[in-house]
């Protein structure tokens, strides 16, 4: 690579979730080969890469985006960045407001009634599955290009206890116990 034609080049990327998703990010672009230099930063969700000139930056865009991240324009950023905080702030006051019951009636033995197991799946399915959904994509797309990460780990975690307690539920399978909440929480 020429020095002389080095250019530098910021990204805002979405979708990191854990310091892991960086540090795959930039292992992925130092290795192209007219990168001097990439530097990702999880906290702020940017990288700075040092690259040839001839290096375009669809072609680094297009890199990050091939590990199932998503570079945001710095110019529609804002608008983008405030929809994805409302969505996540929807996400959370869902979590919140069934998970609170979800455990309640799980954890105090004086709140349950007939079939309350029942009652507290319902709770905690759409905590799991439509809350959690952005846990378990990013797992997703992790597993995809041979990765693990956090995300993989709460998407196994909670994905585990609510097929487990839904089978114990249905077959009668295991010694009769629930663990609906830890999906959840």
């Given at each position: 690579?020429?020095?002389?034609?080095?250019i530098?080049?910021?990204?805002r990327?979405?979708?990191?979730?854990?310091?892991?998703?960086?540090?795959?990010?930039?292992?992925?672009?130092?290795?192209?080969?007219?990168?001097?230099?990439?530097?990702?930063?999880?906290?702020?969700?940017?990288?700075?890469?040092?690259?040839?000139?001839?290096?375009?930056?669809?072609?680094?865009?297009?890199?990050?985006?091939?590990?199932?991240?998503?570079?945001?324009?710095?110019?529609?950023?804002?608008?983008a960045?405030?929809?994805?905080?409302a969505?996540?702030?929807?996400?959370?006051?869902?979590?919140?407001?069934?998970?609170?019951p979800?455990?309640?009636?799980?954890m105090?033995?004086?709140?349950?009634?007939?079939?309350?197991?029942?009652?507290?799946?319902?709770?905690?399915?759409?905590?799991?599955?439509?809350?959690?959904?952005?846990f378990?994509?990013?797992?997703?797309?992790?597993?995809?290009?041979?990765?693990?990460?956090?995300?993989?780990?709460?998407?196994m975690?909670?994905?585990?206890?609510?097929?487990?307690?839904?089978?114990?539920?249905?077959?009668?399978?295991?010694?009769?116990?629930?663990y609906?909440?830890?999906?959840?929480?």
């Amino acid at each position: 690579m020429s020095t002389d034609a080095t250019i530098r080049t910021d990204l805002r990327i979405d979708g990191m979730t854990c310091a892991a998703c960086s540090s795959r990010i930039q292992r992925r672009l130092e290795k192209l080969e007219t990168v001097a230099d990439a530097q990702v930063n999880f906290a702020n969700g940017r990288a700075r890469i040092d690259h040839d000139a001839s290096l375009g930056i669809d072609s680094l865009v297009a890199e990050v985006e091939s590990l199932g991240y998503v570079v945001i324009d710095d110019g529609t950023g804002d608008e983008a960045e405030l929809a994805r905080e409302a969505n996540l702030r929807r996400r959370l006051v869902v979590a919140a407001l069934l998970t609170i019951p979800t455990v309640m009636i799980s954890m105090l033995p004086s709140l349950r009634f007939e079939a309350w197991e029942w009652v507290v799946g319902a709770l905690a399915l759409p905590v799991v599955l439509w809350s959690g959904w952005l846990f378990h994509r990013a797992a997703w797309n992790n597993i995809r290009h041979g990765a693990t990460t956090m995300d993989t780990l709460v998407s196994m975690g909670s994905m585990s206890a609510i097929l487990w307690s839904a089978a114990v539920l249905v077959t009668d399978v295991g010694d009769g116990h629930v663990y609906f909440e830890t999906g959840a929480v």
